[in-house]
Antibody, heavy 120, light 108 residues
């Protein structure tokens, strides 16, 4: 049974950065892709980007390009998402989500989410 | 970017009744469409991928249909645990992967 365990809630100031982790267990880490999806009441579910740990390649949504960095550590089966230059609009629940390798980018397993609060 | 819309925004249904949810894509996405269920305080859960293939462990009362721009998710006989928000997501043309705004299914 796959499990994606995310790091705990964060409180950040505007202009700072946040880094959220997602540790996978129960399956072969490099057999999958890992995306980050955030959720807010106003904007719903937004895909931010994904990483393919097998080849260490990442793709990003244009809306977040330049501000988000997604990495993976195969030695610890952990994916990371770092978002910089935070504004109040970045307050959200951030999910990691696992997808299959290949062309089908749906998400068959999700972490429980990490609440990021942005407050001055 | 492919825009996804869902209707209705809220669907009020009695337990045991049938529910039909709609999802529309702004351009054709073939069958590259997934459906998710989300309950309060929980992460989304994959129900359907490839427009009509049930994910592992999903009960047969959930069925998906459609291709191109028009899709439906049908819950044949609503159980108490099915009251939730349902999202569609396209993965045909990306980045970005895009989600619909959701349909809330609540108790009539």
């Amino acid at each position: 049974q796959v499990q994606l365990v995310q790091s705990g809630p964060e409180v950040k100031k505007p202009g700072s950065s946040v880094k959220v982790s997602c540790k996978a267990s129960g399956d072969i880490f490099s057999d999958y892709t890992f995306s980050w999806v955030r959720q807010t009441p106003g904007r719903g579910l937004e895909w931010m980007g994904r990483i393919i740990p097998l080849i260490d390649a990442a793709n990003y949504a244009q809306n977040f390009q330049g501000r988000v960095t997604i990495t993976a550590d195969k030695s610890t089966n952990t994916a990371y998402m770092e978002l910089s230059s935070l504004t109040f609009e970045d307050a959200a629940v951030y999910y990691c989500a696992r997808g299959p390798l290949g062309a089908d980018n749906y998400f068959d397993s999700w972490g429980r989410g990490t609440l990021v609060t942005v407050s001055s | 970017e492919i825009l996804m819309t869902q209707s209705p925004a809220t669907l009020s249904v009695s337990p045991g009744e049938r529910a039909t949810l709609s999802c529309r894509a702004s351009q054709g996405v073939s069958s590259d469409l997934a459906w998710y269920q989300q309950k309060p305080g929980q992460a989304p859960r994959l129900l359907i991928y490839g427009a009509s293939t049930r994910a592992t462990g999903v009960p047969p009362r959930f069925s998906g249909n459609g291709s191109g721009t028009e899709f439906t998710l049908t819950i044949s006989s609503l159980q108490s645990e099915d009251f939730a928000v349902y999202y569609c997501q396209q993965y045909h043309n990306w980045p970005p992967l895009t989600f619909g705004p959701g349909t809330k299914v609540d108790i009539k």
